[in-house]
């Protein structure tokens, strides 16, 4: 009954190579995200999905590219990893609709990427 | 866009002391008020949240203040836990995704 599970919830990879990361929610949610936790905790948007469309595209290198090919699923490609792209990626998902007041986000368990 | 400030990074408390997190945010059109906690290796998760036409909201030994006006939102625990050990994070949005605070690190000793 996992509401917002994420895949891998580990990767470890070397520099230069693509890589991708599943994201399901069984909530019937509207909204998806994605975040990324640096080493420091710090929780920074990456992206916003509202049934399959981008809202949100924050400052982040274009090597990352989500994609959603349904309200349920929101996957985050990442090509020619670096170094630093060392971080937990969370998925994350909530009912808010475009327009209405937000609500709570549900989190997915968190996929701890490693770049060698 | 929205940004929020959170303070203080790191907290130690005694346990059965209380506990208090400060956030502040910018765009005073923000009317939503969450707080998470993460314990270690797990998912961030939501305690309590507040919303803009609440000055205050209590659920059992935690409870969340909201000042519109200074634009300021405090987490209080009391009566704090070994179990309450985490990193605590607040957020602020309005229709759009939440934004949070660089979290703080509870540590409730024995």
């Known amino acids: 009954d996992t509401a917002v599970s994420q895949t891998p919830k580990y990767l470890v990879t070397q520099m230069g190579n693509d890589k991708s990361i599943k994201c399901e929610q069984n909530l019937g949610h509207d909204t998806m995200y994605w975040y990324k936790q640096d080493s420091k905790k710090f929780l920074k948007i990456m992206f916003s999905y509202n049934n399959k469309e981008l809202i949100i595209n924050e400052t982040v290198p274009n090597r990352f590219s989500p994609k959603s090919p349904d309200k349920a699923h929101l996957n985050l490609h990442i090509n020619s990893l670096e170094l630093g792209d060392s971080a937990v990626y969370f998925c994350?998902?909530?009912?808010?609709?475009?327009?209405?007041?937000?609500?709570?986000?549900?989190f997915g368990q968190g996929t701890r990427l490693t770049v060698v | 866009g929205e940004n929020v400030e959170q303070h203080p990074s790191t907290l130690s408390v005694q346990e059965g002391d209380s506990a208090v997190i400060k956030c502040t945010y910018s765009?005073?059109?923000?009317?939503?008020f969450p707080w998470y906690k993460q314990e270690l290796g797990k998912r961030p998760q939501l305690i309590i949240d507040i919303r803009s036409n609440v000055g205050e909201k209590k659920d059992q030994r935690i409870a969340v203040t909201l000042n519109k006006t200074a634009k300021h939102f405090s987490l209080h625990i009391t009566e704090t836990q070994p179990e309450d050990s985490a990193v605590y994070f607040c957020a602020a949005s309005q229709y759009s995704t939440l934004t949070f605070g660089k979290g703080t690190m509870l540590l409730v000793s024995p």
């Open positions: 765009d005073s059109a923000s009317n939503y």
């Open positions: 994350a998902s909530s009912p808010s609709r475009v327009g209405a007041p937000n609500t709570e986000a549900f």
